[in-house]
């Protein structure tokens, strides 16, 4: 029987690990005791100069830090901690996958830093990692933003995946027009895990095209916005963001896959 795809797609922040990738070390290391005052300043900053907000974060970790690097970037993604399981998450899913006919890819979908998320223990384990990045000048310094993804930004990607065109720049084969048979993975063979509000556009994208959702939370306290996108019908299913073995997300996928095998069956039938 021949293998179906399956697109695991991960917002970052709050999703794979438990808070701004930028919080670990980076914002401290500004100078700031409290990383909310970071936020609140670049809140201050979008609304004196009507400034995207993801821009306005970029804007301010360049100017508090000129001297600010790509390699730098990478460093601090060695800060990052990750929720309970997922350093393990990625080899389960697959070999679970294989026994079961399915050949499972996983994407990051971030308005965090495409570097930062490089230098993490997990960069490996992705296909593509789609965040904001910047551009460095011939020894690796920050030049300018290159490119921001905010949250409608965010479902262009979905497509990009859907239709295999993986190549940030290469928006003409995006745009054409492309038979469904052709495409890569079909967004009903999509499962995308986020963490709020700024998932909203992608989880409806993805669920309207017959894909599933998964809206996660770190812990109780902080369940009401997965709660709330389950019962407003944009999240298929919620759970705590552990990924270990045995644990409700791991189940969710796995029965996914199972759901994906029995079709692909039948499928070959036809």
């Not at 393990?88 to 996958?97: A, E, H, L, P, V």
């Not at 996983?106 to 384990?125: E, F, P, R």
């Not at 029995?262 to 036809?270: Q, V, Y």
Request: aromatic letters at 12%.
């Amino acid at each position: 029987m021949k293998n179906t795809k399956l697109a695991l797609i991960y917002d970052f922040d709050k999703t794979l690990s438990p808070k701004d990738m930028q919080e670990f070390h980076y914002i401290r290391s500004l100078g700031y005791e409290d990383p909310s005052d970071f936020w609140s300043e670049c809140g201050v900053f979008s609304q004196k100069h009507n400034c995207d907000s993801i821009l306005s974060y970029m804007y301010l970790m360049v100017s508090k830090n000129p001297d600010l690097t790509r390699k730098q970037l990478i460093e601090e993604g060695k800060y990052i901690k990750l929720y309970k399981g997922v350093a393990t998450w990625f080899d389960r899913i697959n070999d679970y996958g294989k026994k079961h006919h399915v050949d499972v890819e996983h994407y990051v979908i971030s308005s965090g830093i495409t570097d930062i998320i490089k230098g993490t223990s997990i960069a490996d384990q992705f296909k593509k990692i789609y965040a904001c990045t910047y551009a460095y000048d011939d020894k690796g310094k920050v030049l300018w933003p290159s490119r921001v993804v905010n949250y409608t930004m965010k479902t262009q990607y979905l497509f990009r995946i859907n239709k295999g065109v993986l190549e940030e720049t290469n928006d003409e084969d995006l745009n054409s027009s492309t038979p469904e048979s052709a495409k890569y993975i079909p967004l009903e063979n999509m499962v995308y895990f986020g963490d709020g509000s700024t998932d909203v556009p992608s989880m409806k994208v993805v669920q309207q095209n017959g894909g599933m959702t998964i809206a996660v939370f770190g812990d109780v306290s902080k369940s009401n916005k997965a709660q709330q996108l389950y019962t407003d019908k944009r999240a298929t299913f919620f759970a705590k963001a552990d990924y270990s073995k045995g644990s409700r997300i791991e189940k969710i996928v796995q029965g996914i896959i199972d759901s994906l095998e029995s079709k692909n069956r039948l499928e070959n039938f036809r």
